[in-house]
T-cell receptor, first 111, second 114 residues
Framework: ELKVEQNPLFLSMQEGKNYTIYCNYS?????LYWYRQDPGKSLESLFV?????AVKQEGRLMASLDTKARLSTLHITAAVHDLSATYFC???????????FGEGTQLTVNP | NAGVTQTPKFRVLKTGQSMTLLCAQD?????MYWYRQDPGMGLRLIHY???????AKGEVPDGYNVSRLKKQNFLLGLESAAPSQTSVYFC?????????????FGDGTRLSIL
């Protein structure tokens, strides 16, 4: 059974600071997705990572995938308040079609 | 661009009542999914479908049934609602063989069972 763990689960940071969210998973996979969810809203896709060493960047967010370590990171650079949200990673089984989600990281960026 | 549409958006039920949640997508996607989201537990897969007329169990299928009679629709049924089924339900879809694309999510259905 595929297990996905995120840490930290809660993150409070100041504007302008950098931080990293970690996503570990338990079985072989080379397909990992990051989503953002604002309170009371749906999930918005941020990144799709499909191979070992994949790195994607959008604005102040950068995601990477190390399939050998079964680890993905979401790095936040110079955080701003608008980044406050819950971030989920999700891993697709190698057999395809199903995603397993992490518990989510609730990020709060304070002025 | 409708994408994935869920109906209804909110519902309150009494224990033992039944209801059906409807998910419709206009992207011609083969794969459709039903998840539930509870505080601190992320999203958990209830049932999914890889094509019209097919369904499969996910991580937490008990107490739910599904049907995929048409490619564009995926229905989630609660035959006898229980308070433990109070949750936010999300539907998602994706095209077959499109791992390079993320799953597209609906806006959710907030369901309370009293």
């Amino acid at each position: 059974e595929l297990k996905v763990e995120q840490n930290p689960l809660f993150l409070s940071m100041q504007e302008g600071k950098n931080y990293t969210i970690y996503c570990n998973y338990s079985t072989t996979s080379d397909r990992l997705y990051w989503y953002r969810q604002d309170p009371g809203k749906s999930l918005e896709s941020l990144f799709v990572l499909l191979s070992n060493g994949a790195v994607k960047q959008e604005g102040r967010l950068m995601a990477s995938l190390d399939t050998k370590a079964r680890l993905s990171t979401l790095h936040i650079t110079a955080a701003v308040h608008d980044l406050s949200a819950t971030y989920f990673c999700a891993v697709e089984e190698t057999s395809g079609s199903r995603l397993t989600f992490g518990e989510g990281t609730q990020l709060t960026v304070n002025p | 661009n409708a994408g994935v549409t869920q109906t209804p958006k909110f519902r309150v039920l009494k224990t033992g009542q039944s209801m059906t949640l409807l998910c419709a997508q206009d992207m011609n996607h083969e794969y459709m999914y039903w998840y539930r989201q509870d505080p601190g537990m992320g999203l958990r897969l209830i049932h999914y479908s890889v094509g019209e007329g097919t369904t499969a169990k996910g991580e937490v299928p008990d107490g739910y049934n599904v049907s995929r009679l048409k490619k564009q629709n995926f229905l989630l049924g609660l035959e006898s609602a229980a308070p433990s089924q109070t949750s936010v339900y999300f539907c998602a879809s994706r095209g077959a063989g499109q791992s390079h694309q993320p799953q597209h999510f609906g806006d959710g259905t907030r369901l309370s069972i009293l």
